[in-house]
């Protein structure tokens, strides 16, 4: 079983839509919890990043974490074109780890 | 730089060549990643640096590949007799994380890539 499990199948919604992209995970360890925006032909960017359980908003995007469940999620409110993108789930334990894992990805398309 | 610089952006090479992919990090940034990202897959973790220093080289998937950081900054990653497999976006990021203390994965920024493929 990898660390990180995030579902890649494509994902095509209309404009304005809600998107909802999740990931489980089996290191209980994991403290630190990440979305990563990649466009394509480019390097990931950090989205957000939650530490421990709780939910944490940045304008249209939520992200949630459910340690009892090591489930973490994200929401995207009103999506736009300029959303379009894959999202890809990152996570961390507290001291020492210099890696993160990371999921596989979702590709996100937003359709005008 | 103000990003993390990577070259060549695209490299094609025949099956059995070497290849040397190049990392310039952040300026003053202390910690390097080399991650790979194959068609479909996530992030593959390869090398770590802090410094001149590899404290883990676990990620590696063979005894082809091979890294170095020289003066703290530029990193280039080798691969010895590529193989098909190895076609792949090789991505490089840096951290101003100094090695102790609680880790601040957010911190991490990624160059765009080297996609290597291999005939």
């Known amino acids: 079983q990898k660390e990180v499990e995030q579902d890649p199948g494509p994902l095509s919604v209309p404009e304005g839509a809600i998107v909802s992209l999740n990931c489980t995970y089996s290191n209980s360890a994991f403290q630190y919890f990440m979305w990563y925006r990649q466009y394509s032909r480019k390097g990931p960017e950090l989205l957000m990043y939650?530490?421990?359980?709780g939910n944490k908003e940045d304008g249209r995007f939520t992200a949630q974490v459910d340690k009892s469940s090591k489930y973490i999620s994200l929401f995207i409110r009103d999506s736009q074109p300029s959303d379009s993108a894959t999202y890809l789930c990152a996570m961390s334990d507290l001291y020492g780890n210099n890696r993160l894992a990371f999921g596989k990805g979702n590709q996100v398309v937003v359709i005008p | 730089g103000a990003g993390v610089s990577q070259s060549p952006s695209n490299k094609v090479t025949e099956k059995g060549k070497d290849v040397e992919l190049r990392c310039d990090p952040i300026?003053?940034?202390?910690?390097l990643y080399w991650y790979r990202q194959s068609l479909g897959q996530g992030l593959e973790f390869l090398i770590y640096f802090q410094g001149n220093s590899a404290p883990d080289k676990s990620g590696l998937p063979s005894d082809r590949f091979s890294a170095e950081r020289t003066g703290g900054s530029v990193s280039t990653l080798t691969i010895q007799r590529t193989q098909q497999e190895d076609s792949a976006v090789y991505l490089c990021?840096?951290?101003?994380?100094?090695?102790?203390?609680?880790?601040?994965?957010?911190?991490?920024?990624f160059g765009e890539g080297s996609r290597l493929t291999v005939l």
């Open positions: 990021a840096s951290s101003s994380w100094g090695g102790t203390g609680a880790f601040t994965a957010g911190e991490l920024f």
């Open positions: 939650t530490y421990s359980s």
């Open positions: 300026s003053g940034h202390t910690a």
